[in-house]
């Protein structure tokens, strides 16, 4: 089933109660800052002793960098824009780690000079921009992660293989930087705690040889893939993070620097998207699906919705009505602006045009995946309550 009312666990009654009788003109995110702050708390109750970096590109919102400050988070960063919001909301530098491997020279530079002091790297000529630019700094080497069982995998495009890792370290202490640890990410919407094991595994095995080369090593920075409630059971954020940790101290022993960086489980439950039916349609009169057109779609906050890879979960003020399959799109003229097709999406059949539609447990990768007016449609409005 796709559609589902409640979550795994309670819900933002906050989040229902502004829904419930909010007017909007536009799509628009509603995020919950408590439900920030609780997000946060749990998480860290689960990791222990590992320092959580939110991975700011999950959701950027002002407020949302603000009270994780406030909670004593650290932060990943992605690019300059990153660090500027993280340091103009009161981070502190020493807390915010340059995790892209994929860095412009200036942006390094500016990183160097702001006080940031580790950097991530996965090959030789990024280490040399950091050697350059932020000479002296603390750098770990991202391993590529294979068969993730993620949802939303990253693999390929981040990471080097093991063959590489001691190169890069050899590397790295040539040009005078300090390689201090290793990082990987298990790929996004990891749904079980199981399903880190054999990543954990191979990354263990690296971390040893490398110690077996000499290298002091004192980082180990788990990335992120903590799981958001989207339809299938989770476990809860303490429960999860502290069922990783268990994976992570039976590999790795006493490691001094344990960084978490949590992007999707720190934030998706903390928003909903208040969305209205813009048309209703069927393409023959025989036709078994009806068409449901939003107005929001795959360029203005839905674009995790590529290949229905996250499955988000939608409720009506018509739900008691009976339910039937629907192929869910978006509003502008493109035809890659679907969102589900291949697996149609249950709604009431006496759905029409100018209904709410409210698409919940989508804190995460929304407002910041949105176009600014792609087709004229404007990105998703952010209501912080
Ligand atoms: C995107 C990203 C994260 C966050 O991943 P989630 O699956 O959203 O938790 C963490 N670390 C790095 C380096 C990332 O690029």
């Known amino acids: 089933m796709t559609h589902v009312a409640h979550g795994a666990f309670a819900l933002s009654s906050r989040l229902d109660a502004f829904a419930a009788t909010a007017v909007v003109d536009r799509p628009t995110l509603v995020l919950d800052i408590e439900r920030v702050s609780m997000q946060y708390r749990a998480l860290k109750a689960g990791l222990g002793f590992a320092r959580i970096h939110y991975a700011v590109k999950a959701n950027p919102t002002r407020e949302i960098i603000e009270r994780l400050v406030a909670e004593g988070s650290c932060f990943d960063a992605a690019s300059r824009g990153e660090i500027e919001l993280c340091l103009s909301q009161g981070a502190d530098a020493a807390h915010i780690s340059f995790g892209n491997t994929v860095k412009k020279a200036g942006d390094i530079a500016f990183a160097h000079q702001a006080g940031v002091t580790l950097f991530a790297a996965d090959a030789e000529e990024e280490l040399e921009k950091i050697a350059d630019n932020a000479p002296g700094a603390e750098v770990y080497i991202r391993v590529l992660v294979e068969n993730s069982q993620a949802d939303w995998p990253l693999s390929r495009k981040f990471g080097c293989r093991a063959t590489m890792v001691p190169e890069l370290f050899d590397r790295a202490v040539a040009l005078g930087l300090r390689p201090v640890g290793l990082s990987f990410h298990v790929g996004s919407q990891t749904r079980r705690p199981e399903m880190w094991a054999g990543v954990l595994d191979h990354v263990a095995e690296i971390w040893r040889g490398l110690q077996a080369a000499g290298h002091e090593l004192s980082v180990l920075n788990i990335g992120g893939g903590f799981p958001a409630f989207y ?8 429960r999860y993070g502290a069922q990783v940790m268990d994976l992570v101290t039976e590999r790795f022993g006493a490691v001094p620097r344990v960084m978490a960086e949590p992007g999707r489980g720190m934030v998706a439950e903390a928003g909903l998207i208040l969305a209205e039916a813009v048309l209703v349609s069927k393409k023959s009169a025989d036709d078994t699906h009806r068409w ?45 602006d679907v969102l589900y097709e291949k697996r149609p999406v249950m709604l009431p059949m006496t759905l029409k045009a100018g209904d709410r539609v409210v698409i919940r447990n989508t804190g995460a990768y929304t407002s910041a995946y949105s176009s600014v007016g792609f087709n004229g449609f404007p990105p998703l409005d952010v209501i912080v309550l």
């Open 231 to 238: 339809g299938d059971a989770v476990e809860t954020p303490t």
């Open 292 to 336: 449901v057109y939003l107005d929001i779609g795959r360029f203005s906050g839905l674009a995790e919705t590529e290949g229905e890879a996250i499955r988000y979960q939608f409720t009506t003020p018509r739900d008691h009505d009976a339910m039937g399959p629907c192929i869910l799109a978006g509003p502008s003229c493109d035809s890659a």
